[in-house]
T-cell receptor
Framework: GQNIDQPTEMTATEGAIVQINCTYQ??????LFWYQQHAGEAPTFLSY????GLEEKGRFSSFLSRSKGYSYLLLKELQMKDSASYLC?????????????FGRGTQLTVWP | NAGVTQTPKFQVLKTGQSMTLQCAQD?????MSWYRQDPGMGLRLIHY???????DQGEVPNGYNVSRSTTEDFPLRLLSAAPSQTSVYFC???????????????FGPGTRLTVT
């Protein structure tokens, strides 16, 4: 089975840095995704990690440690538009090709 | 490319009614899936398909049917609607793990369903 945990809510100030953590337990790991979802909209892809280490994409970075079952999403130079829910998702290995298991999401509020 | 499209955007049903939520993609993706999203519950997988003619159940399949007769379309049928099926439904598609290195799932805009 899969168990994915992330904080329910976080707040931060415009221009600051915030780190959203995700821990997972899975019977077969084949990659971890972060998605962003604004209220009333569909999730959109942010990042993908399958090997240990840091992946950087502009203001967003994502880190993975497979041995610890741990990932984080780092958002720098926060902007008001970054207020959204951030979803951590784990891809399973084996017969369920492509299947993603999602955490419950972290609602980030950015204050001016 | 239109990406992933879903119809309708909003729907109100009475308990016991049936309906089909439509999903289509024009990216030639092998993998398609249906999720429901409820407050505090995250995205939960209902059914998925790894190619035309192949479907399987996800975490919460009861009360829903799917079929995949073409690569492009993956409709979700509610057999007899219940208030517990009030939710936002998202369809998603991606290349399969085997055939492409691109792992991203693309989501449709969602269908907001209320069952009274």
């Amino acid at each position: 089975g899969q168990n994915i945990d992330q904080p329910t809510e976080m707040t931060a100030t415009e221009g600051a840095i915030v780190q959203i953590n995700c821990t997972y337990q899975t019977s077969g790991f084949n990659g971890l995704f972060w998605y962003q979802q604004h209220a009333g909209e569909a999730p959109t892809f942010l990042s993908y990690n399958v090997l240990d280490g840091l992946e950087e994409k502009g203001r967003f970075s994502s880190f993975l440690s497979r041995s610890k079952g741990y990932s984080y999403l780092l958002l720098k130079e926060l902007q008001m538009k970054d207020s959204a829910s951030y979803l951590c998702a784990v891809r399973s290995r084996g017969s369920t090709l492509g299947r993603l298991y999602f955490g419950r999401g972290t609602q980030l509020t950015v204050w001016p | 490319n239109a990406g992933v499209t879903q119809t309708p955007k909003f729907q109100v049903l009475k308990t016991g009614q049936s309906m089909t939520l439509q999903c289509a993609q024009d990216m030639n993706h092998e993998y398609m899936s249906w999720y429901r999203q409820d407050p505090g519950m995250g995205l939960r997988l209902i059914h998925y398909s790894v190619g035309a003619g192949i479907t399987d159940q996800g975490e919460v399949p009861n009360g829903y049917n799917v079929s995949r007769s073409t690569t492009e379309d993956f409709p979700l049928r509610l057999l007899s609607a219940a208030p517990s099926q009030t939710s936002v439904y998202f369809c998603a598609s991606s290349y399969s793990f085997v055939s492409h290195s691109s792992y991203e799932q693309y989501f449709g805009p969602g269908t907001r369903l209320t069952v009274t």
